[in-house]
């Protein structure tokens, strides 16, 4: 290491003095446009209902969500993320309410598309809240079979394109599905819509309250390893990601975000690509649940988010945009 310098003439100290020089020499910022909040939706009317392992989350109902995208635009947030709650008695083995155009997020996207240009929607394309097995594909001898399942993803990402979604985020691990939808978007007259691919997701033991949020961890047989990442792993996640850049994604997420911060340091350092990360529900969870002083709370946050951009990340899907964004604001 050069200049490295020597005690007493060299003081890091003094850099560190007055929080104007603080700010001043600082490597790292995260400001609104670092930030995508997820937000769940669910069927009925006027419903603001509580999660109860997410604390300070909900589920809303179509009719609500306009508020909420107002809030998304007065604080700078560059785009929302949807997950439907769908409700048991419309899953199926095949998912089948996610090809349904009046399906929750159809109806949502049709809604806030209608009324708001200039926000970005960022859809899933998954199953896991459709089918009644909780899994993200067709289930064939107790195995998610790959290349019937990225049919139906297919349709399903025209579906979502063709009711205004602009970011599709294909969540379910599938090999060779960016190829498949992005020749399908094209095709079809979608070449604009872009596509986050959740390239590197693990089998993780982070995701349980996201499942009681869309409901599908009660309905989930067995596990998801022989689709999702061995948290064992790195190098893999360099494979997964170069076949996803040839295969057509704008960018790609590395989810859960805070345990593999050295997964997203390691894609930044070897593509030349946007990389998003996603601060799961466990994530989530432990933070709020950990910290019960407001002040702390939020510097907690900060120093959380701030990992992610200091690890590489573009970008940073997170349950605390919308009350980090007012305190950056």
Not at 232 to 243: G, M, P
């Amino acid at each position: 290491m050069k200049n490295i310098g020597s005690y007493p003439n060299t003081r890091l100290r003094r850099n560190r003095k007055k929080e104007w020089s603080r700010r001043l020499v600082q490597e790292n910022t995260l400001s609104p446009n670092d930030l995508i909040w997820p937000i769940f939706v669910c069927e009925g009317k006027n419903i603001k209902e509580r999660i109860k392992t997410m604390p300070g989350v909900y589920r809303h109902s179509v009719d609500r969500l306009e508020k909420l995208i107002e809030n998304a635009l007065n604080k700078k947030i560059p785009m929302i993320a949807l997950f439907p709650n769908t409700p048991s008695s419309k899953k199926d083995a095949k998912g089948s309410e996610a090809l349904n155009k009046n399906n929750i997020i159809c109806k949502a996207l049709r809604l806030i598309k209608k009324n708001y240009k200039e926000i970005g929607i960022m859809c899933d394309v998954a199953l896991d809240p459709y089918t009644n097995h909780g899994h993200d594909g067709i289930i064939k001898d107790n195995y998610v079979d790959n290349d019937k399942t990225v049919k139906i993803l297919i349709k399903q990402s025209l579906l979502q394109a063709e009711m205004g979604c602009d970011v599709i985020a294909p969540s379910d691990m599938m090999d060779g599905r960016i190829g498949e939808i992005r020749k399908a978007l094209d095709k079809n007259g979608h070449e604009l819509v872009q596509i986050l691919s959740y390239a590197v997701k693990y089998a993780s033991n982070f995701y349980g309250p996201f499942r009681d949020a869309v409901g599908s961890k009660k309905k989930l047989k067995g596990d998801k390893k022989n689709y999702q990442m061995d948290f064992n792993n790195s190098k893999e996640a360099l494979r997964e990601v170069a076949l996803d850049i040839k295969e057509g994604a704008d960018f790609v997420m590395v989810k859960p975000g805070m345990p593999y911060l050295d997964i997203i340091k390691l894609i930044k350092d070897n593509f030349k690509i946007p990389v998003f990360a996603y601060q799961v529900s466990g994530e989530y969870s432990l933070i709020r649940n950990g910290i019960n002083n407001k002040t702390i709370n939020e510097d907690a946050i900060l120093e959380s988010l701030i990992s992610f951009k200091r690890a590489g990340a573009n970008a940073i899907i997170t349950y605390f945009a919308e009350e980090i964004a007012r305190k950056l604001r």
